[in-house]
């Protein structure tokens, strides 16, 4: 009963900020800081209605105002909500063709900047590539990836895409790892309260000075680092369950 309540009403919010969100993106289209409003939108209510309790380290994200590219775990739908309220300054991200189909999603989020590519057309792909690194070398933007392409079900990451990588050297920024508990296993929607999901970011990952023939040692360095911190996080989130049960 809990659960058919809270996807009634996380979709009527999805609904109302989607077309705030759209709004914001007619008064002032693709400024790159449109992203991170937005998101906050969606997370601010959906997080409430879901009854997840989100725990944050991500200091480094909230002070930065250099561009980077962010390199996250994708999980599921659920990760607009969760990561949505620790998206930084100016910063907008790459996504599937197909949302721009999704009823006002789609248009805000490309309103907002950010990047769209349809998978497997490697011409699109190359060109919103290029078009990605002159944000980060000239437009004093960030972009975010989901490095694995897809989501993982809240199960081990699945293996790097090149994309991000390849990015973060051409423009010479650093790469900067966010790492997710892996919350959908655990996830109670029944629940009063849902969850407990632990946010961390991570030290950035230097590219300066990196060719394109570092990118699988680059890919392998930042896999690892996310893996062992996901590893730590949820751990952590166990022995607090424990704590709880003692």
């Given at each position: 009963?809990?659960?058919?309540?809270?996807?009634?009403?996380?979709?009527?919010?999805?609904?109302?900020?989607?077309?705030?969100?759209?709004?914001?993106?007619l008064i002032r289209p693709f400024e790159p800081d449109n992203s991170r409003l937005c998101a906050r939108l969606y997370s601010w209510g959906g997080r409430i209605i879901?009854?997840?309790?989100?725990?944050?380290?991500?200091?480094?994200?909230?002070?930065?105002?250099?561009?980077?590219?962010?390199?996250?775990?994708?999980?599921?739908?659920?990760?607009?909500?969760?990561?949505?309220?620790?998206?930084?300054?100016?910063?907008?991200?790459?996504?599937?063709?197909?949302?721009?189909?999704?009823?006002?999603?789609?248009?805000?989020?490309?309103?907002?900047?950010?990047?769209?590519?349809?998978?497997?057309?490697?011409?699109?792909?190359?060109?919103?590539?290029?078009?990605?690194?002159?944000?980060?070398?000239?437009k004093d933007t960030s972009i975010w990836v989901f490095a694995e392409g897809t989501r993982n079900g809240g199960n081990n990451m699945l293996p790097f895409k090149k994309?991000?990588?390849?990015?973060?050297?051409?423009?010479?920024?650093?790469?900067?790892?966010?790492?997710?508990?892996?919350?959908?296993?655990?996830?109670?929607?029944?629940?009063?309260?849902?969850?407990?999901?632990?946010?961390?970011?991570?030290?950035?990952?230097?590219?300066?000075?990196?060719?394109?023939?570092?990118?699988?040692?680059?890919?392998?360095?930042?896999?690892?680092?996310?893996?062992?911190?996901?590893?730590?996080l949820d751990q952590d989130i166990a022995n607090a369950r424990k704590a709880v049960h003692a």
């Amino acid at each position: 009963m809990l659960f058919a309540l809270r996807m009634l009403l996380l979709s009527a919010h999805f609904l109302f900020a989607s077309v705030i969100g759209l709004l914001i993106g007619l008064i002032r289209p693709f400024e790159p800081d449109n992203s991170r409003l937005c998101a906050r939108l969606y997370s601010w209510g959906g997080r409430i209605i879901l009854g997840l309790e989100i725990r944050a380290e991500v200091e480094a994200l909230k002070q930065r105002r250099t561009p980077c590219v962010y390199v996250a775990n994708h999980q599921s739908n659920y990760d607009l909500f969760v990561l949505g309220t620790v998206v930084p300054y100016r910063t907008v991200s790459i996504g599937k063709d197909s949302l721009k189909f999704v009823p006002f999603f789609g248009q805000l989020y490309w309103l907002a900047g950010n990047v769209l590519i349809k998978r497997g057309h490697a011409t699109q792909a190359k060109q919103a590539m290029l078009a990605s690194t002159d944000a980060l070398q000239n437009k004093d933007t960030s972009i975010w990836v989901f490095a694995e392409g897809t989501r993982n079900g809240g199960n081990n990451m699945l293996p790097f895409k090149k994309g991000a990588f390849q990015m973060a050297i051409a423009a010479g920024v650093p790469i900067i790892p966010v790492c997710v508990s892996s919350y959908p296993k655990h996830m109670s929607l029944n629940a009063l309260k849902a969850g407990l999901i632990k946010i961390r970011a991570l030290a950035e990952i230097p590219t300066h000075g990196l060719t394109m023939e570092d990118i699988p040692r680059l890919m392998q360095q930042c896999f690892e680092q996310m893996q062992a911190t996901i590893r730590q996080l949820d751990q952590d989130i166990a022995n607090a369950r424990k704590a709880v049960h003692a």
